[in-house]
């Protein structure tokens, strides 16, 4: 989980209560579901007596996937929001026509010893708007829009269940359930459902990482009671939006402020533009836990976003569950933040993922976007994210950083001091894929491509020690850098050495060649990427991905067509063993 996760417990500091506001009284007979005794792991209700109608199993307090339908709007469009809040973000509020009411059940404490408080006198009925620090004994009535985990950004220690909620007044709060009440009210959750809840306490919301605009958070209490709500003609919005565009993010950069919503349509996929090909890994992504998009709001700039653990394999099942058609994405609560000196949305334990028609803003932004196909099919110069130009110390500095979690490309000028010798400057890799080719009893193999023989061809491998005014790094040339640097592909260095040393054995090292020593003094501009190997202080060795010389204009690094992309797991694959001579040129 990202270490950025935030808690909106502040603790139940008491005050004097204060005059709970009025917003009608709606109250109605509550229908119990039996009598709750308090455990971990324990069925709800007495363990010494038949199991009786509407006892629950309690589970651990890990979460289960939301669910609800979202499907439902009012069809308010991303054009024309309901409101704006001082900030600027578009509100767009989604309703829906089912209904809730004054008749409730399931209603549950964590007070009492553990057993359901049931009062047919459950007090005023209270608005979010209206909700101030402190105890309060009123009744709020709300639909459960989400709910996630809130854990300690170092010990990973559970610290409760932060919540997500509205009211039939549109108003968005957040609700928090400590750790050690989760037990009693997670198995009677759900997304979407609609409840009341009679006493509570008002507690600070902390402004770190907020995800709604009240200053309070509704917390429960020791004797809060938590009920299903059922048939009222109210009807309570299903969900509310609050989107930001380029322009609000990148002023709310590393603030560590309110997190906020965006949509628009996605350009590349983990640097690969969106085509009726395009496959997304499922396997890499529960490894890497990490999705990036390039993603782009009508015509605006273009943005990364980074998608983090559970946001991520929830893209990768929504994608595929489209088919690799979907181009429309809505993703929550997101962090503003710059990497690589370019402005990067990364998501939160609190994101959720909607794409093309899952809400009602998706499908209005589908149907625009399918309006301006010229847009969604331009892949130019705006998809290509500008890298920063760093010194030496700037990378190792940024290396270093603890909350560096970010794969990340750098330009930076440095002076060749020397070539590495004594070890491989060279692997054989796969002629189709350039993944490193695998030995078999008298063939060549390609895991990637699954076939048994392959023609090996030689990719360049050359660690380079470099230097500026201040530092000194190794810099490692993999695949068309080498080519770039020498002036000569590492296929035709090996083959020229061959030809010249028939004697040689395939399993002769292969020196260094002259024309990577001849780059010894020169001074050129190398496109580097900080690969989670360095973020995690497995390796200084930095990958270049691309050579230039210092009067080159600053460029781009296209993530689609980056050679450190397409090559990468070539390196991450060689095992130390010594370059043998392909199987042909």
């Known amino acids: 989980m990202s270490s950025n996760r935030k808690s909106a417990f502040s603790g139940d500091s008491r005050s004097e209560k204060p005059k709970d506001g009025e917003a009608g009284d709606f109250s109605g007979p509550i229908k119990p579901i039996g009598t709750h005794d308090v455990s971990s792991g324990l069925s709800i209700g007495d363990p010494r007596s038949k199991k009786a109608k509407g006892d629950a199993l309690v589970s651990s307090p890990s979460l289960t996937k939301p669910s609800g339908n979202r499907g439902v709007s009012s069809g308010v469009s991303i054009g024309s929001p309901n409101s704006k809040n ?44 209206d909700v101030k620090f402190g105890l ?56 979407g459902g609609i409840y009341r809840l009679h006493n509570f306490f008002g507690s600070n919301n902390k402004t770190l990482y907020r995800v709604s605009e009240p200053s309070v958070t509704i917390t429960f209490s020791s004797t809060s009671v938590l009920s299903d709500l059922e048939d009222s003609s109210v009807c309570f919005p299903e969900d509310r939006f609050r989107f930001y565009g380029y322009e609000e993010f990148n002023a709310a950069c590393d603030l560590k402020g309110d997190l906020y919503d965006y949509v628009g349509h996605i350009k590349l996929v983990n640097g ?41 394999s929830d893209f990768g099942e929504r994608f595929k569950a489209s088919g690799g058609t979907a181009s429309v994405i809505l993703v929550t ?13 990364s998501s939160m334990a609190s994101s959720r993922i909607f794409m093309d028609s899952d809400v009602q803003a998706t499908r209005d932004y589908l149907n625009w976007l399918n309006s301006n196909l010229d847009v969604a099919k331009r892949v130019d110069a705006d998809v290509v994210t500008k890298t920063e130009t760093v010194t030496i110390g700037e990378l190792f500095s940024y290396m270093k950083q603890a909350d560096a979690k970010v794969v990340a490309w750098f330009e930076c000028i440095a002076t060749i001091g020397d070539v590495v010798h004594g070890s491989g400057w060279y692997y054989i890799g796969c002629g ?46 993999l695949g068309d850098s080498g080519h770039e640097l020498s002036g000569k592909k590492a ?11 028939e004697d040689e054995g ?52 296209n993530l689609e067509e980056s050679d450190g992309e397409r090559v990468k797991r070539a390196a991450e694959n060689i095992e130390g063993e010594e370059p043998k001579r392909a199987k042909c040129g």
């Open 136 to 191: 309060h004994e009123s009744e709020l009535r709300f639909r459960l829009i989400h709910f996630w985990e809130a854990r300690n950004v170092r010990t990973k220690l559970l610290i409760g269940l932060e919540m997500l909620l509205i009211d039939q007044e549109e108003t968005i709060i957040q609700g928090f359930i400590p750790a050690g009440r989760m037990d009693t009210y997670l198995p009677h959750m759900r997304a």
């Open 432 to 477: 189709g894929c350039h993944t490193k080719a695998t030995k078999g009893p008298t063939t060549l193999m390609c895991k990637k491509c699954g076939k048994s023989d392959i023609v090996g061809v030689a990719q360049y491998l050359a660690k380079i020690s470099v230097y500026d005014n201040n530092d000194q790094a190794v810099f490692v040339l």
């Open 333 to 345: 609560t997101l962090n503003p933040k710059r990497y690589g000196g370019a402005l990067c949305l």
């Open 272 to 312: 690969q533009v969106l085509n009726d090909s395009l496959v997304v890994d499922e396997a890499e992504i529960a490894s890497t836990r990490r999705v990036l998009l390039h993603v782009q709001t009508h015509d605006g700039p273009v943005m990364k976003m980074y998608l983090w653990d559970k946001a991520a």
């Open 491 to 501: 296929s035709e260095l090996v083959e020229s050495y061959f030809e010249a040393n």
């Open 506 to 557: 395939s399993d002769h090292l292969v020196p260094v060649p002259q024309a990577l020593i001849d780059t010894i003094g020169q001074t050129r501009k190398f496109i580097v990427k900080v690969s989670t190997h360095n973020l995690t202080g497995k390796t200084q060795t930095l990958t270049v991905t691309k050579v230039l010389t210092p009067e080159d204009p600053d460029i781009g690094v």
């Open 86 to 129: 001082p900030s600027g973000p578009i509100i767009q509020t989604t309703k829906t026509s089912v209904s809730s009411g004054v008749r409730s059940k399931a209603a549950v404490s964590s007070g009492v010893r553990g057993k359901a408080i049931v009062s047919a006198n459950v007090g005023r009925v209270m608005s979010f708007k």
